[in-house]
């Protein structure tokens, strides 16, 4: 049978701390009540001291290590996807492998927000497939916490994002199981509807005094028009993917999608005819966690026991970039 990738161990990490919509309200001009209708937030998670992604994400890829019975030494790659790396560069992937403590195991960072593990499956699939790997850790794990404005101005954002880390362990597999197929997408003429402007390398300097003063430095969302888009891209690519293979929305025993806000997931849940049963849904506990969100949000799934063997799981995110994806695995 044709080699793919399989996901052969699934961990995850979040923080301790607990922050409520009260304790938002508390800091801002919002509501319990607001947040949890417009989005059905109820508490995130924030770090405390200095906690950056690669911490995060050590836990939960030493989890699905040990859950894939696979040790660091050897892996044939890292993939790290993150949009707040520790730092500016080198990516979280170089201090991540460290560590695990698996050098020289080569380290790649994927730069696509929240649908940075779909985009980073792909990419590991694709090593499978070719032949010339076996083995590859692919982790999302996002601080969000330490660059949020937690003042008025920034309240449209700030109540959204939460910090945590999900990983998996991909390995070769040739009995039909594993990843059947991925589809990516990006349209970087609308990226000014979500992003971090600065620092920046256009400006010089990369940052000063005036642009921390705007706010230029915290994220900033059109938020109505990427919800438009994602409620018509997201059912559109999960539809492209399902068709690439012969198969239909009710083939699919669980969808695990990008835990952006849980209206989002009920339109396309409600689109493609797939009852909320088989939607994983988890935004009220860790609110928008990016590229973290998909494998925590599996994790879990599976850890309740939601996905048998010979299943079809899907999983579709969009967001920044704009960017979009759908992948289908057969479990
Ligand atoms: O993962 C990355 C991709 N991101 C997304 O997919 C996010 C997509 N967008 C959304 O989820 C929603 O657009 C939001 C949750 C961000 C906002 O919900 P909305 O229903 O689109 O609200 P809105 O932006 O249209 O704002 C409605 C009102 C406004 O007041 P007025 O103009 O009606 O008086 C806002 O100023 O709600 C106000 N508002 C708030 N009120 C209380 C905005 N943020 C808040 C807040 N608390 N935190």
């Known amino acids: 049978m044709r080699r793919r990738a399989r ?72 993939i790290f996807a993150t949009l707040s790396p520790d730092i500016t560069f080198p990516g979280s992937g170089c ?6 403590g698996c050098a020289t195991v080569p380290a790649l960072d994927v730069r696509n927000q929240c649908t940075g593990f779909l985009y980073g499956l792909a990419v590991a699939d694709a090593f499978i497939r070719a032949g010339t790997m076996s083995r590859v850790l692919l982790v999302g794990a996002e601080v969000h916490s330490t660059g949020l404005d937690l003042s008025d101005r920034g309240r449209d954002v700030s109540v959204l994002f939460g910090d945590g880390a999900g990983a998996a362990v991909l390995v070769a597999s040739e009995d039909g199981s594993g990843v059947l197929g991925t589809r990516l997408h990006a349209d970087g003429s609308e990226h000014e509807l979500l992003m971090i402007e600065a620092p920046a390398s256009r400006h010089h300097p990369r940052i000063d005094h005036a642009m921390i003063d705007e706010g230029r430095h915290y994220p900033r969302m059109d938020g109505r028009g ?16 399902l068709d690439a293979h012969g198969l239909a929305p009710a083939d699919i025993d669980l969808l695990v999608p990008h835990q952006a806000n849980r209206r989002i997931n009920d339109a396309v849940a409600r689109k493609l005819g797939i009852p909320e049963e088989r939607v994983v849904q988890n935004i009220d506990r860790y609110g928008n966690t990016t590229a973290a969100s998909i494998p925590i949000a599996l994790s879990e799934a599976v850890e309740e026991g939601r996905l048998r063997s010979g299943d079809l799981l899907a999983m579709a995110a969009f967001g920044a970039g704009l960017t979009w994806a759908a992948s289908l695995v057969r479990w």
């Open 226 to 241: 990427v919800f438009r888009r994602a409620v018509s891209r997201v059912p559109e690519v999960l539809r492209e993917v």
């Open 7 to 78: 996901i052969a161990g699934l961990g995850r990490h979040l923080p301790e701390r607990v922050v409520t919509n009260a304790d938002l309200a508390r800091l801002m001009d919002t509501s319990d009540a607001w947040i949890r209708a417009r989005t059905g937030i109820r508490e995130r998670r924030w770090v405390e001291g200095e906690v950056g992604a690669s911490d995060l994400a050590l836990p939960a890829a030493r989890e699905a290590l040990k859950a894939a019975g696979v040790r660091p030494t050897e892996l044939d790659l890292i």
């Open 95 to 100: 201090l991540l492998q460290a560590k695990l």
